[in-house]
């Protein structure tokens, strides 16, 4: 018997490969959410996740569109326990990146609708009920329970609107909402090693534009000129967008931690304070140095100088198994013995990834055990109102033993 044979070229076959890693980490993602919010933890037991921030749609199914619902279910009734609500703008997208997760089309319903009806058990393998809106129900595959959508506890987050809230709280009366941003955003904390290599890609970029903006910064160029090219190189080196709005702030301008960009022009004697970071591949870098223009005065070299030292023992403290807190006290402790205690207000640092203020935080409140491979942010600052500012902000992934550090621009005071 003749036996055909199917042929693939290597980039057919990487493809392949690359497809059902993917999907693999997806499933393993979401394995690990229904552990969290089964009660497996000793947590409260809920039934379903509701997911509707475009972070976490990315992390739990790879869609990267933002506009969309994910229910995951905690108990088996379709194919991964999960599927993805959304319009029209999206069906194409969803079967690219989702490939393996049942799509519900919304077609003339709203998004409430659809979950009310996603949940009720109408659609019994794969076929539709008699009020469809109009359009099919691709995929569904699952058996409808006694309860009939009635009884549920379901997990939402923090980021829903308000509206949508109160609108899947009066269709879903007999159900229990509940936010859970916390057990929802947990997996997230600790990176995998493909997430800490895209986000070493990320503050490259950022480390990349920092040089190039070394040769631009003089007397009478603006805020906002550096800003712009900044922003202008770090997206010709590949980032997609900015993680957040960037900051460059000049001479008295730098005393405001989160200063908006102004059309003042640089001029001698002035610190500039420039605090930037892009998105690469959807991941997040973020990094500050302070800069002075012109000979800097014997005050600004010694706050300066100050704010470095918090930065590096902080970084000396931080590894596995140790308190956030205590990182922050490592900083802020010393900031307060030099006398500048009352000028320190931020916390010290906060986790990034997907998005660019994520948990955990180096805080005097946040009491988390750092773990390895979570990444975060060691950002110490002094702020003299009316007169300059520092600070000077490293990206780092925790290790068992120490740190990583990801942002490696000098952080000698620099004087152009």
Do not use: W
């Not at 997806?26 to 552990?35: A, D, F, N």
């Not at 702020?383 to 990801?406: A, M, S």
């Amino acid at each position: 018997m003749n036996i055909p044979r199917i042929l693939c070229n290597q980039e057919t076959l990487k493809s392949v490969n690359e497809r059902v890693v993917s999907d693999i980490m997806y499933i393993r993602r979401r394995k690990q959410l229904t552990e969290l919010l089964s009660g497996n933890n000793g947590d409260t037991k809920y039934d379903i996740a509701l997911i509707d921030s475009p972070e976490n749609l990315y992390y739990y199914t790879g869609f990267t569109g933002g506009e969309a619902l994910c229910v995951i279910f905690m108990e088996s009734r379709t194919p991964n326990n999960v599927c993805i609500i959304t319009d029209s703008r999206y069906y194409e997208q969803v079967e690219k990146e989702c490939p393996d997760i049942p799509l519900i089309k919304l077609g003339n319903r709203t998004y409430v609708e659809t979950v009310k009806y996603v949940l009720s058990g109408d659609m019994i393998n794969g076929k539709q009920s008699d009020n469809d809106g109009g359009d099919s129900y691709k995929d569904l595959s699952y058996t409808a329970t006694g309860s009939h959508g009635s009884g549920y506890k379901i997990a939402i987050e923090d980021t829903m609107n308000l509206s949508r809230y109160l609108k899947l709280k009066d269709a879903l009366d007999t159900c229990q909402l509940d936010v859970a941003s916390e057990l929802i955003n947990e997996p997230r904390m600790v990176k995998d090693e493909g997430e800490l290599n895209l986000l070493r890609r990320a503050e490259q970029i950022g480390d990349e534009a920092f040089t190039h903006i070394l040769d631009i910064l003089k007397p009478g160029v603006s805020e906002r000129e550096i800003a712009l090219e900044l922003e202008y190189f770090m997206k010709k080196q590949g980032a997609s967008k900015l993680s957040f709005d960037t900051i460059v702030a000049s001479g008295a301008n730098s005393s405001m931690p989160h200063a908006q960009v102004t059309d003042r022009l640089i001029e001698n004697g002035d610190f500039v304070t420039m605090d930037f970071g892009c998105i690469y591949r959807g991941y997040c870098s973020d990094m500050t140095r302070t800069v002075a223009v012109g000979q800097p005065s014997d005050e600004m070299k010694k706050v300066y100088q100050i704010v470095l030292d918090a930065n590096l023992r902080a970084m000396e403290g931080i590894m596995a198994g140790v308190k956030c807190s205590d990182i922050d006290d490592l900083a802020r402790g010393y900031i307060a013995d030099k006398g500048y205690g009352d000028f320190f207000g931020h916390g010290l640092g906060h986790g990034v990834g997907l998005y660019i203020h994520e948990e955990p935080r180096f805080s005097p409140k946040c009491h988390v055990i750092l773990k390895e491979n979570m990444v975060i942010t060691d950002e110490p600052g002094i702020y003299l109102p009316g007169k300059f500012g520092v600070r000077i902000e490293d990206l780092v992934v925790v290790k068992k033993d120490g740190y990583e550090r990801l942002s490696n621009s000098p952080k000698k005071l620099i004087v152009v």
